[in-house]
């Protein structure tokens, strides 16, 4: 950001392109929340208008000013006063916010405006999948091939078109290896090991109902406990034979992977991937211990998409400096030659 600090006369040109991208960005955040909502039910993107998801009132347009209709009204529907959810006004601030943070990290006027804009918009495409798959456990497959179509014309732009594509680093060689680079060990991991670790040693259901076999076999039971205890065993053989083995990644994950890597290089796409498994792990362990507090028996498998999507967001503002401050931090340092002699 050092063209902020050398900006001189320009300072207020900047600010004005920053407050109007996230003006853009909230804007767009509002048609996010319409993809968040209606792409996994099958509903048009089009065809009805907003409406109350209460009353049914459809909602006049001065009420549908981003971010701003919402503080106005402080979150209540207009017509019947019933609640309006935080995660609008959560969706659209968070898409101003990262569109502005990406133009902050380029000069606009040496980078130009264009490779800012694909970033954005493969973030927004990023913010739908991770909003659906926190809902759904699912990724739809348009937003999918959204995201990998803006992270292939960005990269064959930027080879053919280098100086429309002006702020990019990212060769497409680098783009190349990066669709692999995650998504690829994922596969293997998901698709491989992870069933076979599953049958084998920790799915939830195989140590519950192994716990309650020992129970029903050493500890003296009433007969009602006995029955529930059977109900309950019944309840988790039953899932062992019904869901089979659970992956740890879909194939939502993988080809999430292959479009970020693609689009970010692969140093980024690892980035993503350690911070994504990083912030799935502790979140795997509250997850574990409230259980433990609510004294449920098992863990529900829980959705792995949004943490990827927070890992590649965090990667593409500096995930690359990030690795290559990892990979100087690995290399020996050579010893100038005249000490050798
Ligand atoms: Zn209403």
């Known amino acids: 950001m050092e063209h902020l600090t050398n900006a001189d006369g320009l300072l207020g040109y900047y600010i004005g392109i920053y407050i109007m991208v996230f003006l853009f960005g909230i804007t767009i955040g509002s048609f996010l929340n319409v993809c968040i909502y209606r792409l996994p039910v099958g509903e048009s993107l089009t065809k009805k208008n907003s409406h109350c998801m209460t009353c049914g009132a459809y909602i006049k347009w001065y009420d549908l000013i981003p971010v701003f209709s919402w503080l106005f009204l402080r979150g209540k529907c207009r017509a019947c006063g019933s609640k309006i959810s935080g995660r609008y006004i959560l969706v659209e601030s968070l898409t101003g916010l990262l569109f502005a943070t990406t133009y902050l990290r380029f000069d606009v006027i040496t980078d130009g405006l264009i490779y800012p804009a694909f970033l954005c918009l493969f973030i927004a495409g990023l913010i739908v999948i991770g909003f659906e798959d926190f809902d759904t456990q699912e990724m739809t497959l348009g937003v999918l091939i959204f995201i990998t179509s803006i992270a ?147 863990v529900k498998a829980f959705a792995f998409g949004p943490f990827l999507v927070i890992g590649l967001v965090l990667a593409s503002f500096f995930g690359t400096t990030l690795m290559d401050l990892y990979i100087d931090y690995l290399t020996v340092p050579q010893i100038p030659e005249y000490y050798l002699g």
């Open 152 to 298: 292939a014309i960005s990269r064959i732009g930027s080879m053919l078109l280098p100086d429309v594509f002006r702020g990019n680093e990212i060769t497409l060689l680098d783009g190349f290896i990066g669709m692999f680079s995650v998504s690829v060990p994922f596969l293997i991991f998901g698709f491989v090991l992870t069933p076979l670790i599953y049958c084998f040693i920790i799915s939830d259901d195989h140590k519950a109902a192994r716990k309650i076999k020992r129970r029903l076999k050493k500890e003296k039971l009433n007969e009602k406990e006995t029955e529930k205890l059977q109900k309950t065993l019944d309840k988790h053989l039953e899932a062992i034979k019904e869901v089979g083995p659970v992956y740890g990644f879909g194939m939502g994950d993988v080809l999430l992977m292959a479009a970020g890597g693609l689009m970010l290089g692969w140093k980024a796409a690892v980035v993503a991937a350690f911070i994504a498994i990083l912030l799935g792990a502790v979140y795997a362990l509250i997850l574990k211990l409230k259980a433990k507090r609510d004294d449920e028996e098992s």
